[in-house]
């Protein structure tokens, strides 16, 4: 049994089928990632698993738990979190009080009040806040405006903040769109890093096969709504149904 189970998935939109009968399993402390072509569904799967659309059909467990029914921040208060495919940073803010926003909640609770309820003070705030930036190698960036940093730097920035709940499964929708190959690379050794260090599990939608063979363990490769193949990445590579599907032979 996987961290993530997800059965029989089928999400409709009016007369359009964007998933049908979707099967994932994703195994505890891996790097599982889905790829597929343009309108295959990847973003309408996640979103399933966040809360934010509810499948038609099928089933999510999450850890045993079912996250149907549930609202977004209730998953991920279960532990799910994700990168959003535009950064999510407050903009205007400094790196480091960015930082501090996700250090005030706790996996378990709620915002500042709980924080409070938990002792949680100013300075263990502060100090979280600091630790993470270190962990994410941003420590020197820390009075920057969040704004004035390469997309890169953000997109690290934003992965950090989604640490900082301490997540078991870390959800991530083509976090290296739109980059220069440099922070592209960057990103894959930041998410190498993470996985290896912290007791998580990541879930990745991408369309750079680069980044996905560089990161993945296991590929679920979805076409129109239904996973085309589940297996490893050398079996990925050259699978003639991918290359039928995925890039276009
Ligand atoms: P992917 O992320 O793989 O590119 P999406 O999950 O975004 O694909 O989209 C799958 C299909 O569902 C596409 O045809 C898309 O146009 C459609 N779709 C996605 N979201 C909506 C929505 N909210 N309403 C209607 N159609 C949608
Ligand atoms: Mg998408």
Redesign the pocket.
Known sequence: MGILEVKDVGKR??G?Q?LGDVNLSVKENSVHAII??????????L?CLVGKLIPDTGSVMFDGQSVLGRSPHEINQMGISRVFQTPEIFGDLSVMENMMIPCFASRDGAFRMHAVKNMMTEKDIVEKAEAMLVDMNMADKRHMHADSMSRGDKRRLEIGMCLAQEPRLLLL?EPTAGMARADTNNTIDLLKQISDERDITIAI?EHDMHVVFSLAQRITV?AQ?TPLVEDDPENIKGHPKVREAYLGE
């Open positions: 939109f009016g359009l964007a597929g072509p343009n309108g295959a569904g990847k973003s309408t799967l979103n929708d939608i979805l709504g």
